[in-house]
């Protein structure tokens, strides 16, 4: 039982909340974006933008971008959070950073 509240309590820490804080490392201040809604996300990013996570995760975004960063696709489930959303658009102005 104690194994089991362990490991519990290991995935819980990967958890991030929406008042994380970071440093910016803008490669661009301005940019265009496209937000497009897709039926689901955790397959479309998988599979047609080849992201690949842990077996446990699930998709529930993707961003990609223009080398110059002069453009950048969100693309989400119908249902999302502001923090998702947000974590997206700083890959739009940051590239990718995780």
């Known amino acids: 039982m104690k194994a089991l509240v362990f490991l519990f309590l290991l995935v819980l ?47 529930t975004a993707c961003a990609e971008w223009r080398l110059d960063f002069s453009k950048c696709t969100i693309y989400t489930n119908k249902e999302l959070t502001h923090s998702t959303l947000g974590h997206e658009i700083r890959h739009c102005f940051e590239g990718s950073f995780h």
């Open 13 to 59: 820490s990967g958890c991030k909340t929406i008042d994380e804080s970071f440093t910016t490392n803008l490669k661009i201040t301005s940019t265009e974006i496209e937000w497009i809604v897709v039926e689901n996300a955790d397959v479309f990013c998988s599979e047609k933008k080849n992201i690949r996570v842990t077996w446990f995760e699930v998709i």
